[in-house]
């Protein structure tokens, strides 16, 4: 999701009309969290369903997940997808990491378009089903291939449903991500992830003044000290092996002293400089499945070309150094594993679907 129409939580078009619009004067940031909320499940007649929202089948190769690496919430997902092993159940389209106020565009493909869609911004595929879609054209969202037509962008529920409602179609020695023992705590300790520390990044970048960037600054802050300290004594979040949970922090914490600390103002200190939290990152980072889904090139230029209220001159810093992702993190000694008994990683990254090897300090 994005401001404008794709990473941050987008706002509409009446709002935010042209590229750069993020801040209003005086405010502080509110996310627009109204989304689509249909949901693709295994079974429609039985589904829980907010007012107003449709259930859809679960039906491998129907539908196709578009994403883009720049944007964390859309990382959410192809974090899963690779995790659970859907690649041949659900399709994946990537759009580049800069936009305009029209939307998220193909110009990764060759001919600038979605080679199963026919598309070329995801503005058509939302215009296909709610012609003249008033909200922001976000990512994630899942396409219903043969008729074009977006079904939902409610990325939350995306990737919940990805670990529940889609089983059958997951691979062998996928990992519970949703362990029924855990979900009671689980669902606390997300919620506060996501307002304190997901959203907190962006309520500092987009404060519209400097009461409610010192706001924003300290109650993000407090959100990060939590995790540390919680991270003390547990390798992931929930205990010994990773959940959804360790998912959703873990796309903010590797964007954090790349984009965080200097374009979002979150200066307190960088993340390599909290020993647990930059341990329990390069811990994810080195497990198949979420550092292989990470692009730094793309996270650099979608956030400082972007948002060109926070960064009139569209300039993209060259650093920082990465290769210190790559550096033993010592998470071990905590005890626990990624993937709890019987569940294994993934395979090698799909040839078509591997990050340039100059966009990341990962190697073969």
């Avoid at 689509?36 to 079974?43: K, T």
């Avoid at 949703?178 to 997300?190: D, K, Q, S």
């Avoid at 914490?253 to 939290?277: C, G, I, W, Y």
Wanted: a negative charge; glycine letters at 8%.
């Amino acid at each position: 999701m994005s401001d404008l129409t794709a990473d941050n939580g987008e706002q509409d078009h009446e709002k935010y009309s042209t590229v750069g619009s993020y801040v209003r004067e005086g405010e502080e940031y509110d996310r627009d969290t109204t989304y689509i909320e249909d949901r693709i499940v295994a079974d429609p007649e039985h589904a829980q369903l907010s007012p107003g929202a449709q259930a859809w089948p679960v039906e491998p190769g129907r539908y196709r997940l578009v994403a883009a690496r720049a944007c964390p919430w859309a990382n959410r997902t192809l974090i899963v997808r690779r995790l659970l092993g859907l690649e041949d159940a659900i399709s994946l389209g990537l759009a580049g990491p800069t936009h305009d106020a029209r939307s998220w565009r193909f110009d990764l493909d060759p001919d600038g378009r979605d080679p199963v869609l026919g598309t070329q911004r995801l503005q058509e595929n939302y215009f296909a089903r709610f012609p003249g879609y008033p909200r922001g054209i976000t990512v994630p969202a899942m396409v219903d291939a043969p008729t074009g037509q977006v079904v939902t962008n409610d990325f939350a529920q995306m990737t919940e449903d990805f670990a529940t409602e889609w089983r059958e179609y997951q691979r062998d020695g996928a990992p519970d991500l949703w362990p029924a023992e855990l979900v009671e705590e689980m669902r606390p300790v997300m919620r506060r992830v996501y307002t304190e520390i997901n959203n907190g990044v962006y309520r500092c970048g987009f404060a519209g003044s400097q009461e409610a960037y010192d706001a924003a600054y300290e109650r993000l802050w407090a959100g990060l000290d939590w995790v540390e300290e919680r991270l003390a004594t547990r390798r992931y979040l929930m205990g010994e092996h990773i959940t959804e949970a360790d998912v959703r922090l873990f796309t903010t914490l590797v964007r954090f002293d790349p984009v965080h600390v200097s374009h979002f103002k979150a200066s307190r200190n960088k993340l390599t400089e909290m020993p647990n939290l930059w341990g329990y990152a390069r811990d994810l980072f080195q497990t198949p499945g979420f550092g292989d889904t990470v692009d730094f090139q793309q996270i650099k230029d979608h956030y400082f070309v972007v948002h060109r209220d926070i960064n009139p001159s569209g300039i993209v810093p060259l650093g920082p150094d990465l290769t210190n992702w790559t550096t033993p993190h010592g998470r071990q000694a905590l005890g626990g594993s990624p993937f709890a008994p019987g569940a294994t990683p993934p395979g090698p990254v799909r040839p078509q679907e591997r990050v340039l090897a100059e966009h990341t300090p990962l190697t073969d």
